[in-house]
């Protein structure tokens, strides 16, 4: 089964601290995936795609295959980056994306 | 570039009236559209993929006869919601592909059916 999986709903950290927004999935195939963000009243927007191994803002995500994971990772919050993270899986062929719950990071002052 | 616009933003309607929402590439040529809902603080959902000149595929579970989708030209498409009902009041986002797997993302449309 194709699934994105985002365990943490809410995620608050303070400004400065790391911040790491965790994703699995679940995929039989060779697993392309997507950092999406949406702030508050914004669209969504595409974070960093895996393939391109850019940083965004600050934000690395790696594609570890042996854990089915691509982590989010920034090791200085800023209170920007306060906002609403999707991961999202690339469904080769069909091309469609399978995203995960989402989670909401805030980050205080 | 590789921007993606939705007209209307909002869409007040009476239940049993039909709505048109459009969606809109820019400054791209898509190959791909999508369709998506979202419900108040749930992620994305899938509705169909839409290509030009071709019937959009449902994803499982979505009324095709219910959310009409026209891929008319490489740069619009439109989801019709037909005789609508309070049930399908919702937040309706749009995506293009120009290729490649990244998805744009337009800016939504509220509707609400009374």
Redesign the interface.
């Known amino acids: 089964a194709q699934r994105v999986t985002q365990p943490e709903k809410l995620l608050s950290v303070f400004k400065g601290a790391p911040v790491e927004l965790k994703c699995n999935y679940s995929y039989s195939g060779s697993p392309?995936l997507?950092w999406?963000v949406q702030y508050s009243r914004?669209?969504?927007?595409?974070l960093l795609?895996h393939i391109s191994r850019e940083s965004i803002k600050g934000f690395t995500a790696d594609l570890n295959k042996g854990e089915t994971s691509f982590h989010l990772k920034k090791p200085f919050a800023q209170e920007e980056d306060s906002a609403m993270y999707?991961c999202a899986l690339?469904i080769q062929g069909?091309?469609?994306?399978?995203?995960?719950?989402?989670t909401r990071l805030t980050i205080n002052p | 570039g590789a921007v993606v616009s939705q007209h209307p933003s909002w869409v007040i309607c009476k239940s049993g009236t039909s709505v048109k929402i459009e969606c809109r590439s820019l400054d791209f040529q898509a190959t791909t559209m999508f369709w998506y809902r979202q419900f108040p603080k749930q992620s994305l959902m899938l509705m169909a993929t839409s290509n030009e000149g071709s019937k959009a595929t449902y994803e499982q579970g979505v009324e095709k006869d219910k959310f009409l989708i026209n891929h008319a030209s490489l740069t619009l498409s439109t989801l019709t919601v037909t005789s609508a009902h309070p049930e399908d009041s919702s937040f309706y986002i749009c995506s293009a592909d120009r290729g490649g797997g990244t998805q744009y993302f337009g800016p939504g449309t509220r509707l609400l059916v009374l």
């Open positions: 392309e997507f999406y914004q669209r969504l927007q595409l795609r999707y690339l069909a091309q469609k994306l399978v995203f995960g719950q989402g």
